[in-house]
């Protein structure tokens, strides 16, 4: 993976002989970095291996490999910078360090590494790297489980996969339940049954947790679906539509009609995935565009003949570069922490396909192909995939634009001397101050950014249950003191020269802070405020309409009389995704803790619940989930359980947080 064409060919013609460094040679802007570099590439070795160049405050720019270190690292000594963003890099370097290793293959891997855990700025870098789903035929209980699955691949079983997003899994799997009849239930609800679920009802399960069939005749359905889901659903269908003629011919229409509606299951699964390929068992298809100094790169995942889905990225990477060298950059840390199948197709030709072949191939045990087709019906995946990548690119462009005009509306709105490029806001989530969690959430000119999310579980005992004043202070307390000392406001580079906007990462600090609450809460925040020294963050107070009517927000600024935005303006709507984010996201922190709480202490979390009328609740429901669904009327036939228990343990479970 070369930083461009004009620098591998550089290479190639570097040799490990020493050259005199011709200082005046070098432009004036590269003259540091240079002798830097020089001084460093004196004693490398002219073995493959892997470079890290690094900026005067210790951060890494740039890592790469080279088949050669001492012929890469001659390319950068000589102050050769055939495009700009090469010129940048060479200026900032102060400092290099080194890995040799046995092959080039194990330095690609050692870089791909390196390039996810450091994230250097001068690296291509694959965003939203989401784990993919599964789909889990469990191998650790006789009666084996459907399952999603997500993560590391701990539990005994087949794993089916990958899936592009849980929808998919989702609707294969629902398909799957109906022509296969296996459980989704898990292990331990399976062995509390005493009758059969309503799954087994509506012909989704077999039932096999109440004897409805025997675990032999399970076995053979668990069978039919692993053989299906490993690419002989041809023979599955024909072995199907033989029994269901065999039924008819004896008259056993209501067998025959089982029959039937499975083999309905089974061809909704494939009728639903559009584009299935003919002659290609397995596959990973990748086509990237660029467009206005963006890139996307579009992958469709192929197995056993099914197309199980699609998903768009969109990788950082300077404008400068080609899309096959964005292309190249984006496969190996794509397949860092993913199997790779047999075959990965590719838009464009890559110059470390050759080597990442050979990565992927020694991991996998097995041989993989990595190739661009020129015709036919690989060709035809690979163009589908380049529509749809053209196609994601241009919504994420009108998306892009709509939000920096967003961000410019609010900039106005508010008094503020620029588009803010980090917003945070603000919420806390509570029911009568049990399980208090205060949320943050975070969104910039890419729209949320949800790895910035952060929430905090409300740690004073000094604070009265349910003061949200107190809750807000904890948080805003907690949140900038700790971004003082991780990073200081003064010590916040500039954008580097050369950058554009888009590149520019989303800063530490925030340029809005937004504050569920009216002027108690906007209060408190001015006083924490006041107290940490933070200055130049815009604080807006976003106080609920009367009846808590969305469109009748009022915000109250700094300097500023408290007043409304016009019902229709964008960005009023804009802010209340915010706020309605935050509170989403608040929610979703203290439910999360709630049911954590539930687990370790049961029904006594519940004020006026002990031992006694927990067992009593149990015996009569049976499960917590039954409890918890349970309406008032249910809870006051419960024996030992009066009208005013009944009533708390119903709005334990259904009173909204706030």
């Given amino acids: ?26 432009p004036s802007s590269l003259r540091a970095g240079t002798a830097v570099i020089h001084a460093f590439w004196k004693t490398l070795p002219n073995a493959p291996g892997v470079y890290r160049m690094i900026d005067a405050e210790g951060t890494v720019l740039y890592v790469g490999k080279a088949h050669s270190l001492k012929k890469r690292v001659a390319s950068y000594a000589r102050g050769i910078a055939p495009t700009a963003r090469i010129a940048r890099m060479i ?19 050692l870089e791909i590494n390196l390039i996810k855990s450091l994230k250097p700025r001068f690296n291509v870098l694959l965003r939203d790297d989401k784990s993919f789903p599964y789909i889990l035929l469990t191998g650790d209980h006789p009666a084996p489980q459907l399952t999603k699955h997500r993560g590391a691949r701990t539990r005994k079983g087949d794993y089916f996969g990958p899936f592009a997003s849980v929808l998919a899994v989702n609707r294969t799997m629902n398909a799957l339940e109906r022509a296969f009849l296996i459980r989704s239930c898990t292990d331990s609800v399976f062995s509390t ?62 067998r025959a009609a089982r029959y039937r509606d499975r083999l309905a299951a089974l061809s909704a699964i494939q009728s639903t995935q559009g584009i299935n390929p003919r002659s290609i068992e397995e596959a990973d298809v990748f086509a990237v565009h660029e467009q206005a100094g963006q890139f996307c790169i579009e992958v469709f995942f192929f197995r056993t003949g099914q197309n199980w889905g699609n998903r768009a990225y969109f990788p950082k990477a300077d404008r400068t570069l080609s899309e096959a060298e964005v292309l190249d950059a984006f496969l190996g840390q794509f397949y860092d922490d993913k199997p790779a199948p047999r075959l990965v197709l590719l838009s464009h030709e890559v110059e470390g396909g050759e080597i990442l072949q050979q990565a992927l191939s020694l991991r996998a045990g097995h041989r993989i192909e990595i190739a661009t087709p020129k015709r036919g019906e690989k060709r035809d995946l690979v163009e589908h995939a380049l529509t749809n990548a053209r196609e994601a690119l241009g919504r994420r462009l009108a998306e892009s634009s709509s939000q920096l005009k967003l961000l410019e509306g609010v900039a106005e709105a508010f008094s503020l001397e620029e588009a ?41 005992t000094e604070i009265t249950p349910g003061d949200d004043y107190g809750m807000m202070r904890e948080v805003l307390q907690r949140r900038f003191s700790r971004l003082i000392k991780e990073a200081p406001k003064d010590d916040i580079a500039e954008p580097k020269e050369g950058t554009e906007p888009d590149d520019v990462a989303m800063p530490s600090w925030p340029d809005l802070v937004l504050i569920d609450g009216g002027a108690g809460q906007m209060q408190v925040a001015r006083e924490v405020f ?25 915000f109250i600024v700094e300097g500023k009389s408290p007043f409304k935005l016009a019902p229709r303006d964008p960005v009023l709507y804009f802010v209340q995704r915010l706020r309605d984010e935050a509170h989403r996201f608040a929610i979703g922190a203290h439910r999360q803790k709630r049911s954590k709480s539930m687990k370790e202490g049961g029904l006594q979390e519940i004020g006026g619940i002990g031992p006694q009328r927990k067992r009593a609740l149990l015996r009569h429901f049976g499960t917590l989930k039954a409890i918890e669904r349970a ?28």
């Fill in 631 to 658: 309406s008032m009327a249910d809870l006051e036939g419960c024996p030992g359980i009066d009208q005013a228990t009944a009533r708390k343990v119903y709005d334990f479970f259904h009173e909204k947080a706030s």
């Fill in 193 to 254: 049954r005493t009758r059969p679920c309503l799954l087994h009802q509506i012909k989704r399960c077999s039932a096999p947790c109440t004897g409805e069939v025997s675990i032999e005749d399970y076995a053979g359905l668990v069978g039919e679906a692993r053989a299906f889901l490993t690419g002989k659903s041809k023979a599955i269908k024909e072995a199907m539509a033989h029994e269901m003629e065999q039924a008819a011919e004896t008259l056993e229409f209501e």
């Fill in 1 to 26: 993976m070369t930083d461009s064409p004009d620098l591998a060919e550089t290479e190639e013609a570097s040799s490990s002989v020493d050259f005199a460094f011709d200082e005046k040679a070098v």
């Fill in 91 to 109: 200026a900032e370097t102060a400092a290099m360090e080194f890995v040799t290793t046995q092959t080039e293959t194990e330095a690609l891997l």
């Fill in 420 to 460: 803010p490029r980090r917003i945070e806001v603000y919420d806390n989530s509570h029911i009568m101050g049990t399980n208090a969690v205060g949320g943050m959430v975070v969104a910039g000119r890419e729209g949320f950014a949800k790895t910035h999310y952060r929430k905090f579980n409300i740690k004073s």
């Fill in 530 to 554: 006041a107290d940490l020294g933070v200055e130049d963050v815009a604080l807006v107070g976003v106080a609920k309409g009367v009846d808590r009517d969305a469109g009748r927000e009022t």
